[in-house]
C-alpha cells in the first residue's frame, strides 16, 4: 500500500522518471534486489505500470498490467545469461514530451520512454549499456576462439601417426589441459558482473 502512495508521491505518468537512490526504497523492484549476493542497484527508472531497475548483475523489469492494477509480472535478466544488444537512444523532437532508450536483451525486445527533461541522466545509462554489449560481444569471441583452438588441436592429434598407445596418452593431456583451460576462459570471458560499467557511467 506505502508503495503505491509512493508513486503518485513521485509525480509519475506514464512516461518514466528516473528515480534517485534516495528513494529505491520506494519501489517495488528494491524487494526483489539481492542484497545477500552484494547485488546493489545503479539505475532506475518507474513508470506509473512499470519498473526498470539496472543493477550490477541484472534487470530487474517489475511488469504492471496498468496504472490501477495491482498484478505485477517479475521478470529476471542477468546480464551473464541474456546478452544486451541493438542499444538505441531517440532523443525528443521540439513538440515531444519524452525521450526513448530501446535495446535487447536476449530475446526480450524493450522500449522506455523518459521524460526528456532527463536526457542527460538517460545518456549515461545508453553508455553503460552501449559498453557492457561491447564487452558481452567481444567475450563471446574470445570463448568461441577457445572453443576453435581446442576441437582444432584435437583435430590434428587425431590424424597424426602416432602409435595408439601414445595417441591415448597425448588425447588424455590434451582433454585435460583443455577443460583446465576453458574453465579458465570461462572465468575471464563470461562476466557477470558489471558493477565497475555502471560506477564508470552512471552520474547519480
Same mark, same amino acid.
Given at each position: 500500500?506505502?508503495?503505491?502512495?509512493?508513486?503518485?508521491?513521485?509525480? $509519475?505518468?506514464?512516461?518514466?522518471?528516473?528515480?534517485?537512490?534516495?528513494?529505491?526504497?520506494?519501489?517495488?523492484?528494491?524487494?526483489?534486489?539481492?542484497?545477500?549476493?552484494?547485488?546493489?542497484?545503479?539505475?532506475?527508472?518507474?513508470?506509473?505500470?512499470?519498473?526498470?531497475?539496472?543493477?550490477?548483475?541484472? $534487470?530487474?523489469?517489475?511488469?504492471?498490467?496498468?496504472?490501477?492494477?495491482? !498484478?505485477?509480472? $517479475?521478470?529476471?535478466?542477468?546480464?551473464?545469461?541474456?546478452?544486451?544488444?541493438?542499444?538505441?537512444?531517440?532523443?525528443?523532437?521540439?513538440?515531444?514530451?519524452?525521450?526513448?532508450?530501446?535495446?535487447?536483451?536476449?530475446?526480450?525486445?524493450?522500449?522506455?520512454?523518459?521524460?526528456?527533461?532527463?536526457?542527460?541522466?538517460?545518456?549515461?545509462?545508453? !553508455?553503460?549499456? $552501449?559498453?557492457?554489449?561491447?564487452?558481452?560481444?567481444? *567475450?563471446?569471441?574470445?570463448?568461441?576462439?577457445?572453443?576453435?583452438?581446442?576441437?582444432?588441436?584435437?583435430?590434428?592429434?587425431?590424424?597424426?601417426?602416432?602409435?595408439?598407445?601414445?595417441?591415448?596418452?597425448?588425447?588424455?593431456?590434451?582433454?585435460?589441459?583443455?577443460?583446465?583451460?576453458?574453465?579458465?576462459?570461462?572465468? !575471464?570471458?563470461?562476466?557477470?558482473?558489471?558493477?565497475?560499467?555502471?560506477?564508470?557511467?552512471? *552520474? *547519480?
Amino acid at each position: 500500500m506505502f508503495k503505491k502512495l509512493a508513486s503518485d508521491a513521485l509525480g $509519475l505518468s506514464d512516461i518514466g522518471k528516473i528515480i534517485g537512490p534516495e528513494d529505491y526504497d520506494k519501489t517495488d523492484a528494491d524487494d526483489y534486489v539481492r542484497h545477500e549476493d552484494d547485488e546493489q542497484i545503479y539505475f532506475l527508472i518507474k513508470t506509473k505500470a512499470d519498473e526498470y531497475c539496472f543493477t550490477n548483475l541484472a $534487470l530487474i523489469h517489475v511488469d504492471g498490467e496498468n496504472a490501477t492494477s495491482s !498484478k505485477q509480472t $517479475l521478470r529476471r535478466y542477468p546480464y551473464s545469461q541474456h546478452k544486451i544488444s541493438d542499444v538505441v537512444m531517440e532523443t525528443a523532437g521540439k513538440v515531444d514530451m519524452d525521450i526513448e532508450i530501446k535495446f535487447q536483451i536476449g530475446n526480450q525486445v524493450l522500449s522506455i520512454d523518459v521524460h526528456k527533461e532527463e536526457i542527460d541522466k538517460l545518456k549515461d545509462l545508453y !553508455k553503460a549499456l $552501449l559498453y557492457i554489449s561491447e564487452i558481452t560481444h567481444a *567475450n563471446e569471441v574470445m570463448l568461441d576462439m577457445t572453443s576453435q583452438s581446442l576441437d582444432k588441436a584435437v583435430s590434428v592429434l587425431q590424424n597424426s601417426r602416432t602409435s595408439e598407445t601414445n595417441l591415448a596418452g597425448q588425447y588424455k593431456e590434451i582433454t585435460e589441459f583443455g577443460f583446465s583451460w576453458v574453465q579458465s576462459s570461462r572465468e !575471464k570471458y563470461h562476466k557477470k558482473d558489471f558493477g565497475e560499467v555502471f560506477e564508470k557511467y552512471i *552520474n *547519480n
